[in-house]
C-alpha cells in the first residue's frame, strides 16, 4: 500500500520564520504535489514536481519555494511564514496520469 | 481557463435518505476520479472513470460519467453516519503529466 508521510500533522511557527514542511513517499512515484486546503476554497496546488530537481509552479506559489533532491522526498519550503499562510498542508504523490495519494497533512499556524 | 465545478457545496440528510453530488468540468476530460474526505483526515482516491457514459458501483455508492464525458455524479444510496465526510471530484489537465484539478467538494453530514 502507499505511503506517504507527512513529518509533522500539528507546526505552530512565527511571522518571520523559515519553515520546512517534509514528505515522504515510499511508492517510487514520479509525480509529487504540494497542495493547501482553506475553508471553502478547496484544494490548491502549490508546486509539483515529476522528477527528481524539477520543480514546476502551480496555482499559488508567491511565497513557497520546494527542493526535490530525492525521488522520494518533496519539501516545502515558506522563506518568510506570514499569517496568511496559516493553513492545512497536503503532500501528494502518483505515477504519472495515475491516481494520487495523499499524506495526512500539516496543519500550521503562523503566529 | 479550465474548471471543474461542484454542486451542492453542502448536503445534511437524515440517515437513510440518498444523496447525491454532482461535478461540471468546463472543457472535455480523459477521465474523471472521485475522492472522499473524512472529517480530520486527508483525501482517498475511491473511483476513476474513463469511458463516456461509465456507470460503476462500489455498494451503495454510484458513480456516472456522462456521455459528453463533461459532468459526473455520485449518488449515495441510504446514507449512513460512515459517508460523513466531503466528497471530491478531480479531472487531469490538459497537457499534464498527472495534475488534476479538484472541485470545491461537497461536504456530507448525517444524522442518526
Known amino acids: 500500500d502507499v505511503k506517504v508521510t507527512q513529518s509533522s500533522r500539528y507546526l505552530v511557527k512565527r511571522t518571520g520564520e523559515k519553515v520546512f514542511l517534509e514528505c515522504v513517499q515510499d511508492m517510487d512515484h514520479e509525480n509529487m504535489f504540494w497542495y493547501r486546503q482553506d475553508p471553502g476554497l478547496g484544494l490548491r496546488l502549490i508546486y509539483f514536481s515529476y522528477d527528481v530537481k524539477m520543480k514546476e509552479k502551480g496555482d499559488i506559489p508567491e511565497g513557497y519555494s520546494v527542493s526535490r533532491e530525492k525521488k522520494e522526498r518533496f519539501s516545502l519550503i515558506l522563506e518568510s511564514a506570514s499569517t496568511n499562510q496559516t493553513s492545512m498542508y497536503l503532500c501528494?504523490?502518483?505515477?504519472?496520469?495515475?491516481?494520487?495519494?495523499f499524506g495526512d497533512g500539516t496543519r500550521l499556524s503562523i503566529l | 481557463g479550465q474548471q471543474v465545478m461542484q454542486i451542492p457545496q453542502y448536503q445534511h440528510v437524515q440517515e437513510g435518505e440518498d444523496f447525491t453530488t454532482y461535478c461540471n468540468s468546463s472543457t472535455t476530460l480523459s477521465n474523471i476520479q472521485w475522492y472522499k474526505q473524512r472529517p480530520g483526515g486527508h483525501p482517498v482516491f475511491l473511483i476513476q472513470?474513463?469511458?463516456?457514459?461509465e456507470v460503476k458501483k462500489q455498494k451503495r455508492l454510484t458513480f456516472q460519467f456522462g456521455e459528453a464525458k463533461k459532468n459526473s455524479s455520485l449518488h449515495i444510496t441510504a446514507t449512513q453516519t460512515t459517508d460523513v465526510g466531503t466528497y471530491f471530484c478531480?479531472?487531469?489537465?490538459?497537457?499534464?503529466?498527472?495534475?488534476?484539478?479538484f472541485g470545491k467538494g461537497t461536504k456530507l453530514s448525517v444524522k442518526p
Open positions: 501528494a504523490s502518483s505515477l504519472p496520469n495515475q491516481p494520487q495519494h
Open positions: 472513470l474513463v469511458k463516456s457514459g
Open positions: 478531480a479531472g487531469p489537465i490538459r497537457g499534464s503529466q498527472g495534475n488534476l484539478i
